[in-house]
Every structure is written in structure tokens, then in C-alpha cells.
Nanobody, 121 residues
Framework: QVQLVESGGGLVQAGGSLRLSCGAS????????MAWFRQAAGKEREFVAA???????YYADSVKGRFTISRDNAKNTVHLQMNSLKFEDTAVYYC???????????????WGQGTQVTVSS
């Protein structure tokens, strides 16, 4: 079965950086678009960034210029480099997979279990 496993979350001060990783198994990784979503306490899950099968990238306005999504098809891994972190970036970050990119959260087919990112102000 498909498994997505996130790692790299943690506690960081505002202005700092973190790099999240998501390892995928049970699917042909290069045939899937990959994305990161996040969910803060008491809020709905929201789109953060996505990367298509061909490497095109998409970002939420709130993270544009600060976050970078990338993929390594040889290692079945997608990364999210997060720089200049803000308190409002605090959330559980989820990795997701789908055949093509969509910004609609509930249309993504596969999800990881999430990793907590906490930014202290």
C-alpha cells in the first residue's frame, strides 16, 4: 500500500529554518505530483506548496519567497525547505500525493501522518 512518511519537524525560533522531508513507498513516485499542506490548531488544513511530475512548483502566497519545494525521484522523496519562519507557520505539516496538482485539499489521494513544526516568537 502507499505510505508517505514525513520527517524533519521540530521547534525553531522565528527567523530560523527547517527542512521537511517526505519519503514515499508503494507508488511510482515519478508519476505523482507531491504537495505539502499544513493545519494549525483549530484551523482547516491549507495548501502550502506543490510540485508537479515535471517539476513545476506552486506556492501559497503566505509562503512564497520563503519556502521551497523540491523532489528527488531517485530517492522517492519530496522536501520542503522553510526559511525565515514566522510564528504563524506553526502547524502540523502533511505530505500528499496525487496524479496531478490541484490546490483543493480534499482531492489529494494519499496523505502522510504529519510532522509538527513549532515556531517560537
Amino acid at each position: 500500500q502507499v505510505q508517505l512518511v514525513e520527517s524533519g519537524g521540530g521547534l525553531v525560533q522565528a527567523g530560523g529554518s527547517l527542512r521537511l522531508s517526505c519519503g514515499a513507498s508503494g507508488l511510482t513516485f515519478s508519476s505523482y505530483a507531491m504537495a505539502w499542506f499544513r493545519q494549525a490548531a483549530g484551523k482547516e488544513r491549507e495548501f502550502v506548496a506543490a510540485i508537479s511530475r515535471g517539476g513545476s512548483t506552486y506556492y501559497a502566497d503566505s509562503v512564497k519567497g520563503r519556502f521551497t519545494i523540491s523532489r528527488d525521484n531517485a530517492k522517492n522523496t519530496v522536501h520542503l525547505q522553510m526559511n525565515s519562519l514566522k510564528f504563524e507557520d506553526t502547524a502540523v505539516y502533511y505530505c500528499a500525493a496525487r496524479n496531478i496538482v490541484t490546490l483543493v485539499t480534499h482531492l489529494w489521494d494519499y496523505w502522510g501522518q504529519g510532522t509538527q513544526v513549532t515556531v517560537s516568537s
